[in-house]
């Protein structure tokens, strides 16, 4: 494990600039489409879903090791109908950003990477040996009461969760009241720039609405525009929060990214140039990296 983390930290060269990521894909895009998965749909990894954007990467571990490797687990939740109008789809960006982002990790460091990845609902029995939970659009997620006790439990135990692309005070409120459910007197704290979550890899010596990664279409009219941000409830979210619960001891257990969209920077992998350019090599893979390498050394 120390090799696999000081390999990445070498992933951060050039202070903080990130690097000019190698290509790995030949074209066409997928026949899937994540608005048409369903919420119930029987499956366990990202493997089984055919790929929206270009062709996603495959690869293979040695033989004898599949299990000791790191794997990206998605959180799949049920929706509450009477939430925000747009938002609470538990496979946005799926499974696109959950391999670009783990091959990323294998190619680039000496980090082994399930090259499948998974998805999980907080009661499957092997919650435990993920460390690492992403969720996306959490601003429309309705749990339940036993998911509610194993989420508060998973975190307490040492997991952590990242919360991704929800926008506006709607969403917002949403998700902070399913964390204060399941984890009865937890407070979120908005995250300072000098916070070493910031800087576990690469630099990143700027303000957090420099780091906003809209989705790819904004992103790519954004060279002309100018606007990152999105539009929910009549409002401009235009303000990026990062804020972050700890436990009594100080350690991080969720970290949410509001009023951004780094799934859809891991997802679109060299299909729009300017996007991948500016919003996936510049602000969305390397603030995803230094989350997680912040929770693996601390």
């Not at 439990?153 to 991704?164: H, I, P, V």
Request: charged share 25%; proline share 7%.
């Amino acid at each position: 494990m120390r090799k696999a983390l000081l390999a990445l930290l070498a992933f951060g060269l050039l202070h903080g600039t990130a690097p000019s990521l190698p290509g790995q894909w030949g074209g066409g895009r997928g026949s899937g489409g994540e608005g048409w998965l369903s919420e119930d749909a029987p499956l366990r990894t990202a493997r089984e879903v055919p790929g929206h954007s270009v062709e996603t990467p495959t690869w293979r571990n040695d033989p004898g090791f599949e299990r000791d490797v790191w794997t990206f687990a998605r959180l799949r939740y049920h929706r509450n109908p009477y939430g925000p109008r747009r938002a609470g789809y538990c496979f946005t960006d799926f499974p696109d950003s959950d391999l670009n982002f783990s091959w990323r990790l294998q190619q680039l460091t000496s980090l082994r990477v399930d090259p499948d990845g998974r998805v999980l609902r907080l009661t499957d029995p092997d919650l435990s040996d993920h460390p690492f939970l992403y969720v996306v659009e959490p601003g429309g997620m309705d749990l339940e009461p036993d998911e509610l006790k194993a989420l508060g439990a998973y975190l307490r135990n040492g997991g952590f969760l990242m919360a991704d692309d929800f926008w506006g005070p709607l969403e917002w409120g949403n998700f902070e009241q399913q964390i204060r459910r399941a984890l009865p007197g937890a407070g979120f704290v908005e995250l300072p720039m000098d916070h070493p979550v910031f800087h576990s890899v690469f630099d990143l010596g700027t303000s957090k609405n420099a780091l906003q990664t809209p989705n790819f279409r904004a992103g790519e009219n954004s060279q002309y525009t100018g606007v990152t941000w999105e539009y929910h409830d009549g409002e401009e979210c235009r303000e990026v929060h990062i804020r972050a619960v700890f436990d009594e001891r100080g350690r991080m257990m969720v970290i949410a990214c509001h009023n951004t969209d780094n799934g859809d920077g891991w997802e679109r992998e060299q299909e729009y140039q300017y996007f991948f350019r500016e919003f996936s090599e510049k602000r969305a893979y390397p603030l995803g990296v230094n989350i997680l390498v912040y929770t693996l050394t601390h």
